[in-house]
């Protein structure tokens, strides 16, 4: 508590120190201390988790190193913050982190009042509901009277609240500040229910002690689109942050992968040159501040969207999420590129 | 000049410059600590303010009539996520309130029975209360709030197996569920009859002592007063055909349903402010008996005084002129340390704070709330301890 209050305090008085010190440029700033500062969550496995050697991995996680990579050609140019959900936002309104890549919903709230800029959405996520098989449950409409854990200071807390009024449904907030309180809760069946984002449930009911006992309900309650947030006020910064995302699509889009991107840079396809910045006279990355070679650095650190996706959360790591919207346009899903060029 | 006698000689005029006026340097001193400490603030207001403004976020105590948006597990106020983040911040502070007040009354009285226990002649008791206050003054308080929570509470049956006490009560890991009243036509009279009885009562222990002061005679005080407290009410109960029925806990499709519950959140932090507490409240009551001359008791043992009536009546009131005032920074610490609350998600003030904070990234202001609100909570405490002291000060004639 008292070390709460202290950190916040701190932080406004950083706010207040770095009034006239902090630049608009926080590229500058990056290229300066050498690496990309990037807030993280404080464990949710296959978005943000710490092994046990304290080396970070995780979709998030991919998204720092991406950053890192496009601006210092060096993946592994990135410190990490662990936030809690709370603390996030303080941690980037005062300048403690360049970016926030945290499983963040993009809210008007969020993206106006809190003075973020959110722009592309790397995960689109819906807010799901997971039970003990034994209670014989089977939609959420059902869960009138029960006690549902939820992380305090979400979006999802405030879904919950309006999910339950909305259908005259009762129900005991059961509410922790820490990600890993509410699991703990949870699994020693102080509520009934669980509630975050269905990405979020799928990653937490692998580390229950008995995950087999353990349901998702069909019900999506939620828009829940997120993605990396950064401070207003620094144009040149956001445009990093949301391309570097872009060029992960383009990635995947082109088939440029982590193995064949040297190969690719000969593709006799001109809008793959141009990606790659090997046309002749780009100025593909200098534009924004980085080198040519950006997209490049990007693809060799942590491959293209569909390879992030597989490694960590998707068919190729253990919690096996569908690519559902998340797949590229072209396949069904809505996750698309404005054109490289 | 003209008069001869004078008390205080003439100042005599600093023969050097002003600089080495003792006076004027120490008021120059004050001066200059004053302005820096004035400039200060202003930078550090004024830089948040601009950084504030740069950042586009908008500042002002505006958004606390805002919707919450929020539910919040327990409440002693009517709430529902239509309120406001006012009230809801209302909602934490009584939260705040309830577990603080419950917790000093329940350390206080743990913590005098566990100070005089170590002064017992009885060797199980002395060492039994020399073991308590050992293990609980020397854990961190928030091991001990985890230790019920986690330890104790979180182990007990799931709600469809709660454990039935006595008198419909239930235990389970969503915490005990009991009976609620259920007030019907005609219970205001036996509430009437019951203010009446404490009314009475507080007649009749004046009474009795003035009576006692007069002739020496002891009225059975204890006795009178509780046949009135309860038998006065139980008699109105009985006259207006039992209006007090009891909504008694059933088993649900998730939890008990009806009656009232009490959390796991609330009795884990209560168990732990308490028992933590009264550990230091123990030494303090020792000491303070300890402080009281061994000639005292000594002295009304010679009169013939009884040893529990001498305990009551000869070394506690003069222990606690030595026990109050550090027992009043016992209580602003327990009122601080129950914002550990968060810990274990006890909606106090500052876990809804902080709930608050992140909806609305109001920190500065949400911040300076929760200190306004701990400073006034503690300046209460300690006014009303300095009051009491007072009171039971020595009284020199």
């Known amino acids: ?341 | 000049m003209a008069i001869g006698v004078t008390t205080t000689p003439e100042k005599s005029k600093p023969s050097g410059s002003i600089m080495n006026d003792p006076q004027v340097r120490g008021i120059f001193y004050q001066v200059i600590t004053v302005v820096i400490l004035v400039a200060l603030v202003y930078w550090i207001a004024d830089n948040t303010i601009q950084n504030l403004k740069r950042a586009n976020i908008a500042s002002g105590y505006g958004f606390l009539n805002g919707r919450a948006g929020f539910d919040v597990g327990q409440s002693l106020i009517a709430y529902t996520s239509d309120s406001t983040y006012g009230r809801a911040l209302v909602v934490g502070f009584f939260n705040t309130l309830l577990v603080a007040v419950t917790g000093i009354i329940t350390a206080t009285i743990i913590g005098f029975v566990v100070g005089i226990g170590r002064l017992s002649h009885n060797w199980l008791i002395a060492k039994l209360s020399l073991a308590y206050v050992e293990v609980f003054r020397n854990i961190p308080p928030l091991l001990v709030i985890f230790f019920w929570y986690s330890g104790v509470l979180a182990v007990l049956p799931q709600p469809r197996e709660s454990a039935a006490l006595p008198l419909n009560i239930f235990l389970n890991n969503r915490g005990i569920a009991f009976p609620k009243p259920v007030f019907g036509d005609g219970s205001q009279y036996v509430f009437y009859t019951f203010v009446i009885a404490v009314i009475a009562s507080f007649f009749l222990a004046r009474y009795a002592r003035i009576k006692q002061e007069a002739t020496g005679q002891r009225f059975p005080l204890l006795w009178t007063v509780l046949g009135l407290v309860i038998g006065l009410p139980l008699l109105a109960f009985l006259a207006t055909g039992s209006p007090i029925t009891f909504d008694v806990p059933v088993a649900g499709k998730f939890n008990l349903t009806g009656g009232s519950v009490i959390g796991p959140e609330f009795l884990s932090l209560f168990l732990a402010l308490s028992f933590y507490t009264a550990a230091f409240i123990a030494e303090i009551v020792r000491a303070g008996i300890r402080g009281v001359s061994k000639g005292q008791s000594e002295a009304a043992h010679a009169l013939g005084v009884r040893p529990g009536l001498t305990t009551r009546l000869v070394v506690v009131p003069q222990a606690m002129r030595i026990i109050i005032p550090p027992l009043t920074s016992q209580y602003l610490n327990l009122t601080k340390n129950s914002s550990l609350a968060i810990a274990i998600g006890y909606a106090d003030l500052v876990a809804v704070g902080g709930t608050i904070l992140n909806q609305t990234g109001q920190a500065i202001e949400v911040v300076s709330i929760w200190i306004i609100v701990y400073l006034s909570l503690s300046l209460t405490t300690s006014l009303l301890m300095n009051w009491f002291n007072a009171r039971m000060a020595l009284v020199e004639r």
């Open chain 1, 1 to 341: 508590m008292a070390r709460r209050i202290l950190t916040a305090l701190v932080g406004a008085a950083v706010m207040g120190i770095g009034a006239h010190a902090a630049s608009a440029a926080t590229l500058d700033d990056v290229k300066a201390k050498g690496f990309v500062q990037c807030g993280v969550n404080t464990g949710l496995a296959g978005f943000a988790a710490p092994d046990a050697s304290g080396n970070w991995s995780g979709f998030d996680v991919d998204y720092c190193k991406a950053i890192a990579a496009a601006i210092f050609a060096d993946g592994t140019k990135v410190k990490y913050t662990p936030t809690s959900a709370k603390e996030r936002f303080p941690a980037l309104q005062s300048g403690e982190v360049d970016v926030l890549a945290r499983n963040t919903t993009w809210t008007i709230n969020r993206d106006t009042a809190l003075g973020f800029n959110f722009r592309p959405v790397n995960y689109y996520d819906g807010q799901g509901f997971m039970v003990r098989k034994g209670l014989n449950v089977k939609s959420a409409l059902e869960l009138s009277g029960a006690a549902v854990c939820v992380q305090t200071g979400t979006t999802t807390e405030l879904n919950l609240a309006d999910y339950f009024k909305s259908n005259n449904l009762q129900y005991n907030p059961v509410v922790f500040e820490k990600l890993e309180e509410v699991n703990a809760a949870y699994d020693a069946g102080r509520c009934d229910v669980y509630t975050t984002d269905q990405s979020g449930l799928y990653s937490l009911r692998l580390t229950l002690s008995k995950p087999d006992d353990h349901m998702i309900l069909p019900e999506i309650i939620s828009k829940e689109p997120l993605g990396p947030a950064v401070r207003q006020g620094d144009d040149q910064w956001f445009d990093i942050v949301s391309w570097v995302h872009y060029a992960l699509i383009q990635a995947e889009e082109f088939g440029v992968t982590q193995a064949n991107v040297e190969e690719m840079k000969k593709s006799p396809n001109p809008d793959v040159q141009r990606f790659l910045g090997v046309e002749a006279d780009s100025k593909i990355g200098t534009d924004i501040g980085l080198t040519n070679e950006w997209a490049v650095n990007i693809i060799k650190a942590v491959g293209n969207y569909g390879e992030v996706f597989d490694r960590n959360i998707g068919a190729g790591s253990p919690l096996k999420i569908e690519r559902g919207l998340n797949a590229l346009w072209s396949k069904g899903g809505i996750q698309y590129a404005p054109p490289v060029r």
